[in-house]
C-alpha cells in the first residue's frame, strides 16, 4: 500500500512537472511569436492557443523599446495586442529610454506599436504632466487629452496649466495648444501655444522657456536647447528676445575629454535697436550688430622622452563684451580687452620651459565735458551749414579721448628655474626669454558738438615696434641669522638686448652697460640689489584668556640706478625699468582675541629719486620723495568681515586713497559694504584712467515674516572729493529693492530699479517700478510701469 501511494505521488509529480515544462514553453514560444523579448511574471495562465493572461509583478519588454510593468498584461497572438492593467493603488508603468508614463490600463498593437493609455501621468526633472487619455500614435508620440502641467508637488497644485489637447512628439517636446494659466483652481489668461520638454537623462532636447514682458522693452523669451553630443561633450544654445531691444544669440559648448583636459567656448551675437554707435563723423542712433567669442581649451601632450607638456589655448575677440551687460542681465563690470594666447609649458624638476604665442588688444574711451575755452577753439571750426542748422540748438558738447593698444608675442620662449644653492653660501635662480614683439599704440583726441565730430587730433601717433628681445634676469640672494634677526642679501643683475630701438642714435652712458647690436639694436647689462631685515617676531600674552598679540618690523632697502631709457620701444613691462633708491618700513600686527583676528599692517616709503622718476602708481600727490602712509587693518570673525586699505598723505596728514570691504551674515540677514575713494590730485599725478573720486556698492538683505525678504542692492559713484563717504552729490549706477516672497514653488517679487550706462557718451536710464512672478521651472513674468528716459550730454 505504501508503495503504492508513493508510486502514485510520482507519477503526478512528473505529471506536474512536465505540464509546467510545456506550459513555460508554450508560453515562451508564445512570446516570441508577438515580438516580445521577455516576460516575467507569477502566475502564467493559457486563456486558448491565441492568448496567455500573466498576473503578479508582470515584467514585459517589447522589441527592446517598451519596458512595462503591470498587475495584469492580457497577450492576444491573433489580434496582435497587449493589454495592462493595473490593481486598485497600483500603476501600469511604461518606460522608454527617458522618463516614465504611469496609466491606469495600456493598450498596444504590438504590430504598429499603437495604441491608449487611461490616465496618465509624466514625471520627469521640471515637472509632471497629467492625461485623462492618452493616444499612441508611434514610437515617440503620443496625443493627449485633458492634460495638466505643473511643477508643484502640494495635493492641490498652487499653479497649473491646463488644455484641452496636447502632442508629445518624437524630440520629447509636449506641445500645448489652448491653454489656461491657473492659480489654484482660478484661471488667470490664456496661452495659445507653448511647447514643455521633458527629459531626465542627458540627452538632447529644449529647456523649460524663460518668458517677460514690460512696457520699456516689449514681450521677451528666453529660450535654450541642451544638446548632448556625446559622452562628456555637450552645448547649451539660447535666445534671448526683447520686442523692443533687440535679439542675442549665445552658445556654451563644453567637452571634458578628461580631469586634466577640456576645452570651453563661449559665444555670442546680438542685433541691438536703437543703440548709439558712431558711422563716419557722427554718432547715430541705429540699429547695431555685436558679437563676443571666448573660450579655452587644455590638454596634456605626452613626449617620447616620458614629459609631459601642457597646452593652454584661449581665444578672446569680438566687437565688444557688452552683451552680457545689455541683454542677460550681467552686472559685473565690463571688460575692455581682448587677450588670445597659445601656452605650451613643460616642468621639469628644477625649471619650467614656456612657450607662448599671445596678443592683447585695449580700447578705451572717455567722454569729457568740453571746457570754455576749448569751445571757443573748436567753434572757429564751423562751417556754415552747421551754424545755420545747429548753432541755434545746442543741445550736446563733449570731448572723447580714445587709446587703442595692440601688442603680439610671436613666439615668447621663457625659461624660469627654481632657486638652487650655491656651496651653502647664496641661492640663485634665472628667468630668460627670447620673442618677437610687435606693438602698436595710438590715442586719439575728438571734440563732439550735437554728436558730430568738429575737430579730431593724436594726442599720440602710431606708434610701432616691431623686433626681437632677449632677456637674462639672475636673481641671487644670500640670508644672515643671528639672534632671531633675518638679513636677506639680494643681487639682480639683468642682460636685455633688442633688434630695434626707437632712436638709434641715443646711447645710455650713466649707471649702464649698453652697446650697439645689429645696425639698429642695442643691448644693456643693468643691478638691482637690496637688503630686507626682518626682526625676529615677537609674542604678547593677554591676561584675557585666548588672547594675544604677534607684531614683526622689518626694513627693506632697493635700489636701481636711474639710467636713460626713452630711445628704447616701450612694449611691456620688460622694456621699462623705474629707478628707486627706496627705503621701506613695515610693522605687521596680529591679534587674536577668543574668535575674533585683527591684522593690522602699516607700511611706510621713502625714495630718494623725484615723483618722476619713480613709478606711477607710488606717487604722493604733494610730496616728490616720501610716499604716502599705508595703512591696511582687517577684522575676522563670524559673522562680521572687514578690511580697510588706506593711504594718507603727509602733508596735512590727508586721506588720498581708501577701498573698504564690509560683510555681515546672520540667518538670512545679510549686508555688504564696498567703498573705493581716490583723490582728484592722485588720480592726476598717477595718471590714473578714471576721474570720479567715489564708487559705492551696497546690498542689504532682511527677512521680516517666514517667507517675505526686504532686499537692496546698488552701485553708485560721485564726483564730489569728500574723505569717507560721498553723502553728498551720490548717484546711482544700478539699484534695486524688492519685496519678495517665497512660495512652495512660485514667487513674487515687487520692486524698483533704475540702470543707468552710457554709449559714446550718451546716457541710457531706465527706471521702472516691477513685478516679478516666479514659477518654479518655467521662468518668469515681469511688469515695468514707467518708461526709461534717454539723456543726451
Same mark, same amino acid.
Given at each position: 500500500?505504501?508503495?503504492?501511494?508513493?508510486?502514485?505521488?510520482?507519477?503526478?509529480?512528473?505529471?506536474?512537472?512536465?505540464?509546467?515544462?510545456?506550459?513555460?514553453?508554450?508560453?515562451?514560444?508564445?512570446?516570441?511569436?508577438?515580438?516580445?523579448?521577455?516576460?516575467?511574471?507569477?502566475?502564467?495562465?493559457?486563456?486558448?492557443?491565441?492568448?496567455?493572461?500573466?498576473?503578479?509583478?508582470?515584467?514585459?519588454?517589447?522589441?527592446?523599446?517598451?519596458?512595462?510593468?503591470?498587475?495584469?498584461?492580457?497577450?492576444?497572438?491573433?489580434?496582435?495586442?497587449?493589454?495592462?492593467?493595473?490593481?486598485?493603488?497600483?500603476?501600469?508603468?511604461?518606460?522608454?529610454?527617458?522618463?516614465?508614463?504611469?496609466?491606469?490600463?495600456?493598450?498596444?498593437?504590438?504590430?504598429?506599436?499603437?495604441?491608449?493609455?487611461?490616465?496618465?501621468?509624466?514625471?520627469?526633472?521640471?515637472?509632471?504632466?497629467?492625461?485623462?487619455?492618452?493616444?499612441?500614435?508611434?514610437?515617440?508620440?503620443?496625443?493627449?487629452?485633458?492634460?495638466?502641467?505643473?511643477?508643484?508637488?502640494?495635493?492641490?497644485?498652487?499653479?497649473?496649466?491646463?488644455?484641452?489637447?496636447?502632442?508629445?512628439?518624437?524630440?520629447?517636446?509636449?506641445?500645448?495648444?489652448?491653454?489656461?494659466?491657473?492659480?489654484?483652481?482660478?484661471?488667470?489668461?490664456?496661452?495659445?501655444?507653448?511647447?514643455?520638454?521633458?527629459?531626465?537623462?542627458?540627452?538632447?532636447?529644449?529647456?523649460?522657456?524663460?518668458?517677460?514682458?514690460?512696457?520699456?522693452?516689449?514681450?521677451?523669451?528666453?529660450?535654450?536647447?541642451?544638446?548632448?553630443?556625446?559622452?562628456?561633450?555637450?552645448?547649451?544654445?539660447?535666445?534671448?528676445?526683447?520686442?523692443?531691444?533687440?535679439?542675442?544669440?549665445?552658445?556654451?559648448?563644453?567637452?571634458?575629454?578628461?580631469?586634466?583636459?577640456?576645452?570651453?567656448?563661449?559665444?555670442?551675437?546680438?542685433?541691438?535697436?536703437?543703440?548709439?554707435?558712431?558711422?563716419?563723423?557722427?554718432?547715430?542712433?541705429?540699429?547695431?550688430?555685436?558679437?563676443?567669442?571666448?573660450?579655452?581649451?587644455?590638454?596634456?601632450?605626452?613626449?617620447?622622452?616620458?614629459?609631459?607638456?601642457?597646452?593652454?589655448?584661449?581665444?578672446?575677440?569680438?566687437?565688444?563684451?557688452?552683451?552680457?551687460?545689455?541683454?542677460?542681465?550681467?552686472?559685473?563690470?565690463?571688460?575692455?580687452?581682448?587677450?588670445?594666447?597659445?601656452?605650451?609649458?613643460?616642468?621639469?624638476?628644477?625649471?619650467?620651459?614656456?612657450?607662448?604665442?599671445?596678443?592683447?588688444?585695449?580700447?578705451?574711451?572717455?567722454?569729457? @565735458?568740453?571746457?570754455?575755452?576749448?569751445?571757443?577753439?573748436?567753434?572757429?571750426?564751423?562751417?556754415?551749414?552747421?551754424?545755420?542748422?545747429?548753432?541755434?540748438?545746442?543741445?550736446?558738447?563733449?570731448?572723447?579721448?580714445?587709446?587703442?593698444?595692440?601688442?603680439?608675442?610671436?613666439?615668447?620662449?621663457?625659461?624660469?628655474?627654481?632657486?638652487?644653492?650655491?656651496? =651653502?653660501?647664496?641661492?640663485?635662480?634665472?628667468?630668460?626669454?627670447?620673442?618677437?614683439?610687435?606693438?602698436?599704440?595710438?590715442?586719439?583726441?575728438?571734440?563732439?558738438?550735437?554728436?558730430?565730430?568738429?575737430?579730431?587730433?593724436?594726442?599720440?601717433?602710431?606708434?610701432?615696434?616691431?623686433?626681437?628681445?632677449?632677456?637674462?634676469?639672475?636673481?641671487?640672494?644670500?640670508?644672515?641669522?643671528?639672534?632671531?634677526?633675518?638679513?636677506?642679501?639680494?643681487?639682480? @643683475?639683468?642682460?636685455?638686448?633688442?633688434?630695434?630701438?626707437?632712436?638709434?642714435?641715443?646711447?645710455?652712458?650713466?649707471?649702464?652697460?649698453?652697446?650697439?647690436?645689429?645696425?639698429?639694436?642695442?643691448?644693456?647689462?643693468?643691478?638691482?640689489?637690496?637688503?630686507?631685515?626682518?626682526?625676529?617676531?615677537?609674542?604678547?600674552?593677554?591676561?584675557?584668556?585666548?588672547?594675544?598679540?604677534?607684531?614683526?618690523?622689518?626694513?627693506?632697502?632697493?635700489?636701481?640706478?636711474?639710467?636713460?631709457?626713452?630711445?628704447?620701444?616701450?612694449?611691456?613691462?620688460?622694456?621699462?625699468?623705474?629707478?628707486?633708491?627706496?627705503?621701506?618700513?613695515?610693522?605687521?600686527?596680529?591679534?587674536?582675541?577668543?574668535?575674533?583676528?585683527?591684522?593690522?599692517?602699516?607700511?611706510?616709503?621713502?625714495?630718494?629719486?623725484?615723483?618722476?622718476?619713480?613709478?606711477?602708481?607710488?606717487?604722493?600727490?604733494?610730496?616728490?620723495?616720501?610716499?604716502?602712509? =599705508?595703512?591696511?587693518?582687517?577684522?575676522?570673525?563670524?559673522?562680521?568681515?572687514?578690511?580697510?586699505?588706506?593711504?594718507?598723505?603727509?602733508?596735512?596728514?590727508?586721506?588720498?586713497?581708501?577701498?573698504?570691504?564690509?560683510?555681515?551674515?546672520?540667518?538670512?540677514?545679510?549686508?555688504?559694504?564696498?567703498?573705493?575713494?581716490?583723490?582728484?590730485?592722485?588720480?592726476?599725478?598717477?595718471?590714473?584712467?578714471?576721474?570720479?573720486?567715489?564708487?559705492?556698492?551696497?546690498?542689504?538683505?532682511?527677512?521680516?515674516?517666514?517667507?517675505?525678504?526686504?532686499?537692496?542692492?546698488?552701485?553708485?559713484?560721485?564726483?564730489?572729493?569728500?574723505?569717507?563717504?560721498?553723502?553728498?552729490?551720490?548717484?546711482?549706477?544700478?539699484?534695486?529693492?524688492?519685496?519678495?516672497?517665497?512660495?512652495?514653488?512660485?514667487?513674487?517679487?515687487?520692486?524698483?530699479?533704475?540702470?543707468?550706462?552710457?554709449?559714446?557718451?550718451?546716457?541710457?536710464?531706465?527706471?521702472?517700478?516691477?513685478?516679478?512672478?516666479?514659477?518654479?521651472?518655467?521662468?518668469?513674468?515681469?511688469?515695468?510701469?514707467?518708461?526709461?528716459?534717454?539723456?543726451?550730454?
Amino acid at each position: 500500500m505504501q508503495f503504492s501511494q508513493k508510486k502514485n505521488l510520482l507519477i503526478i509529480i512528473l505529471f506536474n512537472f512536465s505540464i509546467l515544462i510545456t506550459l513555460k514553453s508554450f508560453v515562451r514560444d508564445f512570446v516570441e511569436s508577438v515580438n516580445v523579448i521577455r516576460v516575467n511574471s507569477i502566475k502564467q495562465r493559457i486563456e486558448d492557443f491565441n492568448k496567455v493572461l500573466l498576473q503578479g509583478d508582470v515584467e514585459v519588454l517589447v522589441d527592446n523599446k517598451i519596458h512595462l510593468w503591470a498587475d495584469c498584461v492580457e497577450i492576444d497572438k491573433k489580434q496582435q495586442t497587449l493589454i495592462a492593467s493595473k490593481k486598485e493603488c497600483g500603476s501600469v508603468i511604461i518606460q522608454n529610454k527617458d522618463f516614465l508614463i504611469l496609466a491606469d490600463r495600456f493598450f498596444l498593437n504590438l504590430d504598429n506599436k499603437t495604441g491608449y493609455a487611461d490616465n496618465i501621468r509624466i514625471q520627469f526633472a521640471e515637472g509632471y504632466v497629467r492625461s485623462s487619455r492618452a493616444e499612441k500614435l508611434g514610437e515617440n508620440r503620443w496625443k493627449m487629452e485633458d492634460i495638466l502641467y505643473t511643477p508643484c508637488d502640494a495635493v492641490s497644485p498652487h499653479w497649473s496649466i491646463v488644455a484641452r489637447k496636447a502632442e508629445l512628439n518624437h524630440n520629447y517636446v509636449i506641445q500645448v495648444t489652448g491653454a489656461l494659466f491657473m492659480m489654484g483652481k482660478i484661471p488667470f489668461f490664456a496661452i495659445p501655444f507653448m511647447a514643455l520638454p521633458i527629459q531626465n537623462r542627458s540627452k538632447s532636447g529644449f529647456l523649460l522657456p524663460k518668458f517677460s514682458y514690460d512696457d520699456d522693452l516689449g514681450f521677451g523669451l528666453k529660450e535654450e536647447f541642451y544638446w548632448s553630443i556625446f559622452r562628456r561633450c555637450d552645448t547649451t544654445i539660447g535666445i534671448d528676445w526683447r520686442e523692443k531691444k533687440g535679439i542675442a544669440f549665445f552658445d556654451e559648448f563644453r567637452w571634458a575629454r578628461k580631469p586634466e583636459s577640456f576645452t570651453v567656448i563661449n559665444s555670442s551675437y546680438a542685433v541691438e535697436k536703437n543703440a548709439f554707435v558712431k558711422r563716419s563723423d557722427t554718432i547715430l542712433q541705429t540699429t547695431y550688430t555685436r558679437y563676443w567669442i571666448q573660450g579655452k581649451d587644455f590638454w596634456q601632450i605626452k613626449t617620447p622622452l616620458k614629459t609631459e607638456i601642457d597646452s593652454l589655448l584661449r581665444l578672446d575677440f569680438g566687437t565688444d563684451k557688452k552683451i552680457g551687460y545689455l541683454f542677460f542681465d550681467n552686472t559685473q563690470e565690463v571688460d575692455d580687452t581682448f587677450y588670445n594666447s597659445w601656452i605650451l609649458r613643460s616642468n621639469f624638476k628644477k625649471n619650467v620651459l614656456n612657450l607662448i604665442f599671445d596678443g592683447s588688444k585695449t580700447r578705451r574711451r572717455r567722454f569729457l @565735458p568740453i571746457t570754455t575755452s576749448e569751445y571757443k577753439e573748436i567753434s572757429k571750426l564751423f562751417t556754415e551749414d552747421f551754424l545755420e542748422n545747429k548753432q541755434q540748438n545746442i543741445f550736446s558738447k563733449k570731448r572723447e579721448v580714445e587709446d587703442e593698444v595692440e601688442v603680439y608675442k610671436l613666439p615668447h620662449l621663457e625659461i624660469n628655474t627654481i632657486y638652487q644653492k650655491f656651496f =651653502n653660501i647664496f641661492s640663485f635662480r634665472h628667468d630668460v626669454f627670447l620673442d618677437q614683439i610687435f606693438s602698436r599704440k595710438n590715442k586719439l583726441e575728438s571734440f563732439y558738438i550735437n554728436s558730430k565730430v568738429i575737430k579730431e587730433t593724436e594726442l599720440i601717433g602710431l606708434l610701432k615696434a616691431d623686433n626681437v628681445r632677449f632677456l637674462y634676469l639672475a636673481q641671487l640672494e644670500a640670508l644672515a641669522k643671528f639672534q632671531g634677526n633675518i638679513l636677506r642679501f639680494f643681487l639682480n @643683475p639683468t642682460l636685455q638686448a633688442t633688434t630695434h630701438l626707437k632712436n638709434p642714435s641715443i646711447k645710455a652712458k650713466k649707471n649702464v652697460i649698453e652697446g650697439d647690436l645689429f645696425s639698429k639694436g642695442a643691448y644693456r647689462i643693468f643691478f638691482e640689489n637690496g637688503i630686507e631685515w626682518n626682526w625676529p617676531e615677537f609674542l604678547f600674552v593677554s591676561d584675557i584668556q585666548n588672547s594675544f598679540l604677534y607684531f614683526q618690523p622689518s626694513f627693506k632697502w632697493e635700489f636701481l640706478p636711474k639710467f636713460k631709457q626713452d630711445h628704447w620701444n616701450y612694449s611691456d613691462k620688460w622694456d621699462r625699468h623705474y629707478p628707486k633708491n627706496r627705503l621701506s618700513f613695515l610693522l605687521r600686527n596680529n591679534f587674536y582675541i577668543e574668535d575674533i583676528q585683527i591684522d593690522l599692517n602699516i607700511k611706510q616709503a621713502y625714495d630718494f629719486y623725484s615723483r618722476s622718476d619713480i613709478f606711477s602708481l607710488y606717487r604722493s600727490p604733494s610730496e616728490k620723495n616720501l610716499f604716502p602712509l =599705508n595703512v591696511e587693518l582687517g577684522v575676522f570673525c563670524d559673522p562680521l568681515n572687514v578690511s580697510i586699505a588706506q593711504e594718507y598723505d603727509w602733508k596735512s596728514f590727508r586721506l588720498i586713497q581708501s577701498e573698504i570691504n564690509c560683510s555681515f551674515k546672520l540667518g538670512q540677514f545679510d549686508f555688504y559694504l564696498s567703498t573705493i575713494y581716490q583723490n582728484r590730485k592722485l588720480q592726476e599725478v598717477r595718471e590714473l584712467y578714471s576721474d570720479l573720486p567715489h564708487f559705492i556698492t551696497l546690498g542689504i538683505t532682511v527677512p521680516t515674516f517666514k517667507h517675505l525678504t526686504i532686499s537692496y542692492d546698488g552701485q553708485f559713484y560721485s564726483d564730489k572729493d569728500c574723505k569717507l563717504l560721498p553723502f553728498e552729490g551720490l548717484k546711482p549706477l544700478i539699484h534695486r529693492i524688492r519685496f519678495d516672497y517665497q512660495g512652495h514653488c512660485w514667487g513674487i517679487s515687487v520692486g524698483f530699479e533704475e540702470k543707468n550706462y552710457r554709449q559714446y557718451g550718451n546716457w541710457k536710464s531706465e527706471r521702472a517700478f516691477t513685478l516679478f512672478v516666479r514659477l518654479e521651472s518655467l521662468g518668469s513674468f515681469a511688469r515695468k510701469f514707467k518708461r526709461p528716459v534717454i539723456y543726451n550730454n
